[in-house]
């Protein structure tokens, strides 16, 4: 049965090693005297997870995501599984802790030590302790019964004991051992290993054998031995079926017996020959895994065929009986958190949790039940064949045996707790760099560039790559001071170093774009205070310590602000003048990080803008990267790849815009993110197969992955539309800041944004007619813009849909108000003047256009050909803006006095006549800036006329809706419609919807119905100016034509009330005849047109309306 030995490859320094496998079997586990322990997902794998636990690191075991190491601080730690997160010190000896192993539950582990002693501990409650004496030399291994009975350990004074746990006793004692001052002059370790299942065999390596001793009767049942074992026996360990034996020998020699044969049926020698000092078989049975004394990793493929074939049925039994299974292969998917201050900590996994298992448990047992006597990694490793099951096997007998014992019975009481369990916290890292513990890494990847750190033999040194060779080439610096963090910036390149006992914690600055000679400062921190984090803004620097502050420093060098944190850093992230900080602001529950986040301004006005909130991330997750998009909104992304944004128009939340994780292939996949854009709208990522970082060789490639929100139903049209509006809106949040902040945008894209998110409301206004959805149509058109109301209205008429355009009418004219009160609010001077000259009753179109250049000079232009726009056909007018989202613009800026909702009258049929205010005595002066835009659609079409229909939308059908029995000034929002009256009060609100209208002089096209009404008479201001021109001119020759418009209305503000109102009055008697008999006209044409009319025994007023909205409804045909 010949297996398949794999190359060796190097996994630690030089010195002692030990390894095992988690309870899957999914990757292996290894420690040495470097101090690190790794986490290898195959014997290929070329950047294994790294976790630092102490100087160095005698014996690891791992037994339910609890990873057990003996250190040589002399104690015993506990760290989560596979984020390698600190869980706590089980227990302390004098001296060093040689090896330590769980027993089958992993309830309990048992550890030796240079101190003669053992000690039984609790892993729930690590003050219930048992220790066993009565060796008399340091104690090279132990090993735990699978029936948790007897303990064996064996020891430098040359026995081998068995200890009983219930009576802390010893039951058996041999002495078959060479006797040793200490472990590392012992001639073999002597790692100890009981028979899976029955625990009916203790295998003890002696010499060049290993002997075999009965449980029940503690005497020597066999010895297996080989001709080509020439060195002692180093370690041993059993087959998860029980029916194999593997050993290690200091010479290199890797043997397998058939234990019931007394057969060798597998001989490998080591490539070259060093020591094997641990082994572990996995729990498939189907490969083992060995480390030697030089540091390096070493597997066997296609060990024991049927052995493998025993374990996978029991396999399958374990996962048929377990759904507790399930929660294990995700932790072991999640085993590559490589280094990256992981904090997720599965620490909270109640051992009673599994109870309802101890059915199964009992079959599965053999299995995976396996004495733990090879040191900690066989136990591991043949446990891991079935996590739930093994895990609960024991504890019915151990409730059992801690009755007899009272120091144990609180152990199997407590673990019953079954509320929140602490989470250890995450550790400081750099967003956008990868472990520190690798020789080759990413100390930062961002927008600006790319710096490598290399730490191996040949070389210890930083590499800086810039993205735009045009800011620097790229540099090579020499990392004599063992800096681990950096940044970069468009200015400098900012380093740093943890201090050492003789060295201080160090930052390093090169500003290369400093434009002296001294390109780079640095400075050392107080003893004790070590950096945590680091980043780089415009001009400035931070750094976060370990004594719970942040220090600000300029670019150059000089030392600024320092300000304390609520708690222990994580990680902070600068861009421009901010600064992003994240932190624990208490302790998380039951896998959740505790984070809070402060966002600080350091422009020169100095401000905090968020204070310490809570950071959301995903449930039992940790933070992977936090930094700004390249627009400057701050971003946040954890470890389940759900990518938030910060919303600063709903009160700095944070929204979700994307998740990486639903476009990973695998679970073991992951997305390094280097950078966010918001325009466009991209998500820079490196994929990493089967990790979560990229190497450094070959380079990686970026990917861009688009961004989507969460919105429910995102494949119905409704959806998508849904999704891809408030998208739009978060995304482009960022022109309001940048444009508050004092930073140039980018006119063009912010309108083409705000273009396509009214596009996108249309289009769901749309959709929600058709689904006869009105009252969703109005909550629509509340999001639209005054002049995308108007299309909507549009819309809505021509659905034939009236009382859905009736209340959007009413909506239009409150935006509209709205506008109003914004531009007065923004321009008070301007206000004032406008509602003083409202009061005095100044309409006319030439005030307007004085009203519009006091308002806005750089429209001037504009203003002054807007006349003939507004006298022009309005058919013409409706064909020139079709293709434009906002057609009304002129409409939109018109308002320039509130005004209040229009009051609901009876009778009244059409909600759009601009007459209709006539019949309100307290008429507001945006009445007709509501009426005017759907006149203004109405009028665009002079004889329209839809088939089956009884109403004919003819020009002089429309034209009875101005004419009432009390007639008003004419006021329409673009000038084309028709209302008439002598009211002072219409005529007041007229004025004001008009001022910002330029004045047209007097134009006279072809007589036509729409060219006579648009006619307007001379306001008092007028009729004063004509007669005080003179005057003006002569005391300012040199005024042009505005000028003096302004000149004068400055001087007509100076007559009194009593003046200024006889002026008015005058203005009035020249056109009171004038307006009435245009209103005899109207009157008589419409008349004759409803004669003519299928309908005519209707009232007229809803004939009016029917006609008037049919009319715009299809003026664009």
């Not at 001296?95 to 501990?121: E, Q, W, Y």
């Not at 490196?686 to 139903?713: D, E, H, W």
């Not at 329209?944 to 006021?971: H, M, N, R």
């Not at 001022?995 to 001379?1018: C, D, F, G, L, Y």
Request: net charge negative; aromatic share 6%.
């Amino acid at each position: 049965m010949p297996c398949e030995r794999k190359p060796m490859r190097y996994g630690h320094s030089e010195g002692h090693t030990d390894v095992c496998f988690d309870e899957q079997g999914k990757c292996i586990v290894t420690c040495g005297s470097d101090g690190d322990v790794r986490i290898w997902e195959s014997l290929d794998d070329d950047d294994p997870k790294s976790i630092n636990v102490g100087e160095k690191v005698y014996s690891v075991a791992l037994k339910n995501g609890k990873l057990v190491t003996a250190v040589s601080n002399n104690t015993v730690q506990i760290h989560t599984f596979p984020d390698g997160d600190p869980d706590g010190i089980l227990t302390r000896f004098t001296t060093n802790a040689n090896h330590v192993t769980f027993n089958n539950s992993g309830s309990r582990v048992a550890a030796g030590s240079s101190d003669f002693l053992v000690k039984m501990v609790e892993v729930a409650d690590s003050s219930q302790q048992k220790t066993l004496r009565g060796h008399d030399a340091p104690v090279l291994s132990v090993a735990l019964d699978p029936s948790d009975e007897f303990l064996a350990s064996s020891s430098c004074d040359g026995s081998v004991a068995v200890w009983s746990i219930e009576s802390q006793t010893q039951v058996a004692q041999w002495k078959v051992l060479q006797k040793s001052s200490d472990v590392s002059n012992a001639k073999s370790l002597c790692r100890l290993a009981w028979q899976p299942r029955s625990g009916k065999l203790l295998a003890v390596p002696v010499d060049l054998t290993v002997q075999l001793y009965d449980r029940n009767t503690w005497t020597h049942v066999s010895t297996l031995s080989d001709d080509l074992i020439t060195q002692v026996v180093n370690v041993v360990v059993w087959s998860p079926c029980g029916k194999f034996l593997a050993a290690g020998t200091v010479g290199g020699n890797l043997l397998i017996w058939d234990v019931d044969a007394k057969l060798c049926i597998d001989r490998q020698k080591h490539e070259k020959g060093f020591t094997v000092c641990g082994m572990a078989w996995h729990p498939s049975g189907g490969r083992i895994a060995y480390t030697d004394t030089e540091g390096c990793l070493g597997l066997l493929e296609g060990v024991t065929s049927s052995s493998s074939t025993v374990q996978s049925s029991k396999a399958s039994a374990a996962k048929e009986a377990n759904d507790y299974d399930d929660l294990f292969d995700e932790d072991d998917d999640r085993m590559l958190d490589e280094g990256m201050s992981d904090s997720r900590s599965p620490v909270k996994k109640p051992i009673m949790e599994d109870e309802d298992d101890d059915d199964d448990d009992d079959d599965l047992m053999p299995a995976t039940g396996r004495a733990r006597n090879r040191g900690s990694f066989l136990d591991d490793d043949d446990n891991s064949q079935d996590p739930g099951s093994v895990k609960l096997d024991r504890l019915p007998e151990e409730e059992g045996n801690s009755a007899v014992l009272p120091a144990v019975a609180p152990v199997v009481s407590r673990p019953v707790y079954d509320g929140p369990m602490p989470t250890q916290p995450q550790r400081a890292f750099q967003p956008g760099s990868t472990p520190a513990h690798l020789m080759h890494r990413f100390m930062m990847w961002n927008s600006v560039g790319i710096v490598r750190g290399y730490n191996d033999d040949q070389d210890n040194a930083i590499d800086v790559e810039f993205h735009d060779t045009a800011i620097h080439h790229a540099m090579h610096l020499t990392n004599t001071l063992g800096h681990t963090m950096a940044d970069l910036s468009q200015e400098a390149v900012l380093l740093a170093c943890e201090g050492t006992d003789e060295l201080a914690s160090k930052i390093q600055c090169l500003h290369f774009s400093c434009w002296d000679t001294h390109k780079d400062w640095m400075v050392d921190l107080p003893k004790g205070e070590d950096v945590r984090a680091l980043c780089l803004g415009q001009g400035w620097a931070a750094v976060a310590t370990s004594a719970l502050m942040v220090r600000l420093f300029s670019i150059g060098g000089v030392q600024k602000e320092i300000f304390s944190l609520p708690g222990a850093v994580v990680c902070m992230a600068g861009h421009g003048e901010q600064l992003l900080v994240a932190y624990h602001r208490g302790t998380g529950f039951d896998g959740e990080q505790a984070l809070g986040v402060q966002l600080l301004q350091l422009g020169r006005k100095k401000r905090q803008v968020i204070h310490g909130e809570p950071l959301p991330l995903s449930r039992k997750s940790y933070l992977a990267w936090l930094g700004f998009s390249a627009e400057g909104t701050p971003c946040c992304i954890d470890s389940e790849g759900v990518v938030r944004l910060l919303n600063r128009t709903l009160g700095n939340t944070w929204t979700p815009v994307c998740n990486t994780r639903d476009t990973c292939k695998s679970k073991s996949d992951h997305y390094w993110v280097v950078g966010v854009h918001e325009n466009p709208q991209q998500l820079r990522c490196i994929p990493c197969k089967g990790s979560r970082f990229p190497p450094t060789l070959p380079r990686p490639a970026v990917a861009v992955l688009p961004f989507n929100m969460p919105y429910c139903q995102t494949t119905t049209e409704k959806g998508q539309m849904e999704e891809q509006y408030w998208r739009s809106m978060l995304f482009h949040n960022h022109y309001g800041f940048l444009s508050s902040s004092g930073y140039e945008i980018d006119s063009e894209s912010q309108a083409q944004a705000e273009k396509e998110q009214q596009e996108l409301l249309m289009k769901m206004f749309a959709l929600s007619c058709k689904l006869e959805r009105e009252f969703r149509c109005v909550e629509l058109a509340e999001l639209m813009t005054h002049s995308v109301v108007t299309l909507a209205i549009r819309y809505a008429s021509r659905s034939r849909r009236m009382a859905l355009a009736q209340r959007l009418s009413e909506l239009a004219l409150e935006k509209a108000n709205e506008l109003q009160e914004e531009e007065q609010e923004n321009e008070e001077p301007v206000y004032q003047s406008r509602e003083y000259r409202a009061s005095n009753q100044m309409n006319s179109r030439q005030e307007q256009e004085e009203n519009g250049c006091e308002e806005e000079e750089e429209e001037e232009v504009e203003e002054e050909e807007y006349p003939q726009e507004g006298q022009m056909d309005a058919e013409e007018s409706t064909e020139t803006k079709k293709k434009f989202l906002n057609p009304f613009k002129k409409g939109e800026k018109s308002p320039e006095k509130p005004s209040p909702k229009p009051v609901s009258r009876e009778g009244r049929a059409n909600p759009f006549k601009v007459s209709s205010a006539g019949k309100s005595s307290g008429s507001p002066a945006g009445q007709p800036r509501t009426t005017n835009v759907l006149d203004s659609m109405t009028m665009s079409r002079k004889p329209a006329a839809f088939s089956g229909s009884s109403k004919q939308t003819k020009a002089p059908v429309l034209k009875p809706l101005a004419p009432k029995p009390k007639s008003k000034t004419q006021a329409t929002l673009l000038q084309m419609s028709a209302s008439k009256g002598n009211s002072k009060k219409l005529e007041d609100s007229q004025s004001e919807a008009e001022k910002v209208k330029p004045a047209p002089v007097a134009a006279t096209p072809p007589v036509s119905k729409e060219n006579t009404e648009n006619r307007k008479p001379k306001t008092g201001f007028q009729l004063w100016l004509e007669e005080n021109r003179k005057s003006i001119l002569a005391d300012n020759p040199d005024f042009e034509e505005m000028d003096v418009i302004k000149e004068g209305m400055g001087r007509f503000r100076t007559l009194s009330a009593e003046e200024r109102l006889n002026w008015t009055e005058k203005a009035k008697g020249d056109s009171d005849p004038k307006k009435r008999k245009r209103e005899d006209e109207d009157e008589e044409k419409a008349g004759e047109q409803m004669e003519s009319d299928e309908a005519s025994a209707k009232k007229k007023k809803p004939l009016d309306t029917s006609a008037k909205l049919s009319a715009f409804a299809f003026n664009k045909e």
